[in-house]
Every structure is written in structure tokens, then in C-alpha cells.
């Protein structure tokens, strides 16, 4: 029954966040300087008359009061409907699903990066704690976490074309389409976001490692003789492994929302550059399901961890039962 509770609160806690989600998406696009019937007419403001953009704004339902327009679109979104695009008239969903691929291959590669260099780093660190080698990795853990992506993103593009001549491809070939090409094109901007998650996974490992590392069952180990390595690989990380794996679920879920500049910047097509496409253009319904969209990932994913933090260690679960 407890975990039962725990699942029913943590739903309710994501459906309350995704509520609040919606609506400050809506209400935010609608204050936002510029005039979507303008947008949508194809000329600037002063080029239409009045009476054209009235008949605009009906065709939008831009002319009713914002508590009906919000009913409105949070009944279609019920009803997995979100909407058509006023800049590509094409469904938002079927938008999303085009640009999707791309995102979900530079969270999956920023994270294998993350993973793969993170956690080796945080064990050698414990591992060899107060050494010049635990004193580099930590200065490189601070600088990954203090350093924003898209920043890091525009070092490596000003690199790239100043050392390689490189240039941004005019076409990003999907995954299935040309695996190799796919990687080779996405791999720069995984890496620009996989950073951060690479030195934020080091740290919480060399943090967790040292706690362990001191516990008796370690000496214990030790005093058997045990070389130094299974002492930390089979004694050490497998009892500390637990807090990193949640903190790679949490980071796998926030990616999605962290990589809006990035993409821009990179020029990738995925869901990122389409919210910054859909807000500069006060496109409405795209704007509006992206951000639900993305904050949905975001939901589930910490909801997902949760609960697998929850039957993995009942204590939380009680917690949060209370």
C-alpha cells in the first residue's frame, strides 16, 4: 500500500506541475510584445488594416477573452490535439515527431559521454583523493559546471572553423537513415551539453566513493589483501552506485529542457530550435505544445526515478507515503 501511495502522490504532483506548466506557457505568449495576427498576415505592422487583422484574430480565436482561449486549447490538448502550426501549417504534433529523433540522439550521446568519462573520473579521484590527480580532475568538475553549454557550444564552433574549417551541415541526416553520418553531425553538440552532466556525475561520484571508501566493509577488504582496484570497483561502487544512477535519470530528463540554445546555436533541427522558432514568431499552438511537451518529458522522467529510487530503497518510499 505504501508504494501505492507513493505512485499516486508523485502522479498527482506531476499532473499539478504540468497544470501550472500550461498555463504559464499560454499566458506568457500572450503578453509577450508582437501581434500574431500580424506574423500570420505576412506583412508588417501598419501594411494591414484593422479590419483585415479583426478578421485574423476571429479565424485565430485571438478575439475571445484569454479564460475561453485557454479552455479552449486545454480541451484539444486533452483531447491529443495540439494544435496546427501558424508558421509551417503543418499539425504541432507532427512537427514535434519530425524534430524529436534529433534531441533524443544528443541527449542519449551527451549522456553515454557523461557516463563513460564521469564516472571513471570520479572513481580515480576518490581513488587517489588530495593527489595533483584529484586536484586537476576537480578543477576540470568546477570549470564543466560553472561553464553554460551554449557558451561552451560557441567555443568549440569558433575552434572548429578556426582550426578545421568546419561548417554546419545543410542537412542533418537522421539516425536510421545514415547512423554514422548522424553521429559524426550531432557529436559536437553532445558534447557542448554532455559536460556539465560529465563533471556534475564526476563530482557526485568522487563524493560518494569517499563516503564508502571509509566504511569498515572496505577496510575489511583491504586487510584480506585485496588489490586496490577490485577494493573499489566490487566492494566500493557497487554500494555506491545507487545515488549516481538516480542523479544520470534526473540529468537524462532535464537535458531535454536545457537544450534550446544549444540547438540554436549548433542550428539543429529538434525540439529546441523549434520553441525558440515558434516563440520569435508568436506561433501560439506550436510555442504552447512544445513547452507542454518538453515539460511532460521532464515530468516523467523525475517520476520514473522516483519510483525506481522508491522500490530500490523502501525508506523513501515510507517518506514519502508520510
Known sequence: MAMIDYLVRRLLTGLATLLGVAVIAFFLMR??????????????????????????????????????QFVAWAGDVLSFNLGTSLRTGQPVAADIARRFPY???????????????????????????????????????IGGLAAPSFWVGLLLILGLVHFFQWSAPLFWE?????????????????????????????????????????ED?????????????????????RNGLLPVVTLIGFEVSALFGGLIITEAVFNVPGLGQYVVTSILNRD??????????????????????????????????HQGAK
Open 31 to 68: 503578453v509577450l510584445p508582437g501581434d500574431a495576427a500580424v506574423m500570420l498576415s505576412g506583412a508588417g505592422a501598419g501594411a494591414v488594416s484593422e479590419q483585415e487583422l479583426a478578421g485574423v484574430r476571429a479565424k485565430m480565436g485571438l478575439d475571445q477573452p484569454l479564460p475561453v
Open 103 to 141: 534531441t533524443l540522439q544528443i541527449v542519449v550521446m551527451a549522456m553515454v559521454i557523461a557516463v563513460a568519462l564521469g564516472i571513471p573520473a570520479g572513481l580515480v579521484s576518490a581513488a587517489r583523493s588530495g593527489s595533483w590527480t584529484d586536484q586537476c580532475l576537480r578543477a576540470l568538475s
Open 174 to 214: 537522421p539516425f536510421w537513415v545514415s547512423p554514422w553520418q548522424s553521429i559524426t553531425q550531432l557529436f559536437w553538440p553532445a558534447l557542448a551539453v554532455g559536460l556539465r552532466q560529465l563533471a556534475l556525475i564526476a563530482r557526485m561520484t568522487r563524493s560518494i566513493m569517499l563516503e564508502v571508501l571509509g
Open 217 to 237: 566493509y572496505i577496510r575489511t577488504a583491504r586487510a584480506k589483501g585485496l588489490s586496490e582496484r577490485a577494493v573499489v570497483l566490487h566492494h566500493g561502487l
Open 284 to 317: 501560439y499552438p506550436a510555442a504552447q505544445g512544445i513547452v507542454l511537451i518538453l515539460a511532460s518529458i521532464v515530468v516523467l522522467g523525475n517520476l520514473g526515478v522516483d519510483l525506481l529510487y522508491g522500490w530500490l530503497d523502501p525508506r523513501t518510499r
